[in-house]
């Protein structure tokens, strides 16, 4: 899940480090973050984290009000670490993110709308257009959106000379370049990702 992901990454721990370890590197955040119930708090991070938990007082909780006290704990979280240094949050294929994390998203717009402080802290997040851009309109909303659109045969040629570091193709590569771009549809990404398969193929060499 992106919030698990999110917490990880921050406590700069993967998903090999043991449970031990995370849980001692989480509680050392909190302390030197200065949050006013770190021992509270470990607790709902560390249920976001290992889905289960021992905490008697969380197993009593309904789950909205469960999902509400970790919704506002991360935000806390994040917030209390823009006091020591800026945050970065990137976040691709944002169209594939779970339901639970998109909520938090627009909750968290919300949150910081209304601490009108101004935070070293910026979320950028790409996501494909053509899937689930409707449900992640409703749960989101972006200051800035740029739309990029696929590349034209033109773009997709010189991204290709690129690649094979030429200033113009050869004749005899340019039915490459037309294949290419056809299966491609100008996505640079699937283009990148076709020539390295030629070249760890053998198919083509520099």
């Not at 001692?24 to 770190?38: A, H, S, T, V, Y």
């Not at 006091?83 to 976040?91: F, M, R, S």
């Not at 570091?165 to 005899?172: G, R, V, Y």
Request: hydrophobic residues 45%.
């Amino acid at each position: 899940f992106l919030l698990q992901s999110l917490v990880k990454s921050i406590l700069q721990v993967s998903g090999k480090t043991s449970h031990e370890d995370i849980q001692f590197c989480l509680r050392k955040r909190l302390q030197q973050l200065q949050l006013p119930n770190p021992l509270a708090e470990a607790k709902l991070l560390e249920y976001l984290i290992f889905l289960s938990t021992d905490a008697v007082e969380l197993k009593l909780l309904s789950p909205e009000r469960l999902q509400s006290q970790i919704f506002k704990t991360l935000a806390d979280f994040l917030v209390a670490h823009t006091h020591q240094k800026p945050l970065l949050i990137l976040i691709d294929d944002l169209h594939w993110c779970d339901r639970l994390s998109l909520e938090w998203l627009s909750y968290f717009r919300t949150y910081l709308d209304e601490l009108q402080i101004p935070l070293p802290l910026c979320l950028c997040a790409t996501y494909r257009g053509e899937e689930k851009a409707d449900s992640i309109a409703r749960l989101t909303r972006w200051d800035l959106l740029l739309s990029v659109t696929p590349f034209t045969h033109k773009e997709t040629d010189q991204l290709l000379n690129a690649i094979l570091d030429i200033k113009e193709p050869a004749w005899e590569l340019k039915p490459l370049y037309e294949k290419l771009f056809q299966r491609s549809l100008g996505n640079p990404f699937y283009i990148e990702e076709m020539m390295k398969s030629l070249f760890n193929d053998h198919i083509l060499e520099l």
